[in-house]
């Protein structure tokens, strides 16, 4: 495999992050009490395993095969318009433990933050094989904050906020669709 020296170093760099990130994920499902959490944060961290050994397979040459994967998660009960938001508490400054709620906000903005990586980092790599390994990385990132994202509404601690009906409808028809150019169909001969 010959490398551009930006995109070992990329590569390099995302493999390092999934290393922190499954120890960070360990710490976390051993502190936290809710077992849904825990088990979310368990499976988020042997999806992380198993994307870390696909990326040092790949970059020591032992014929990885990547093709894009769709993750697939299993979220219930989505309600984006609850409005059961928790109260939440003020920092502790010398505290012993993590809340739930901080570990989830924690990984959730860690997945958040390697979707995002994972994108641009494919964005530079011209290998097609380490090109996909950063996509892959920023599809299951994304889906792996999005199943945060669903305990922490479920729990009340991340409820997004709504426009009234009036300005919902207003921002949905701001934007109109194009008046098509019609094709010619006939073709004429110009000589």
Known sequence: MNLAAHELLETQEALRTKAAEIEQHGLFANQCRDQRLKGILAKHQQQMITAY????????????????????????????NAHH?????????NTQTLSDQTMATLALNTHKSGSVMGMQWANECVDPQIRMYHVNGANLCQ????????????????????FNNAQTTQMMNMFQPMDMPRQNTNTQNLM
């Open 53 to 80: 050994q696909q990326g040092v397979n790949l970059m020591q040459g032992r014929g990885a095969q990547l093709t894009h994967q769709t993750p697939n998660f299993y979220t219930q009960n989505v309600n984006p």
């Open 85 to 93: 938001q928790v109260s939440m508490s003020a920092p502790m400054m």
């Open 143 to 162: 889906e792996m904050a999005y199943e945060i994202w669903t305990w922490m509404n479920q729990n009340g601690y991340y409820q997004p906020q709504n």
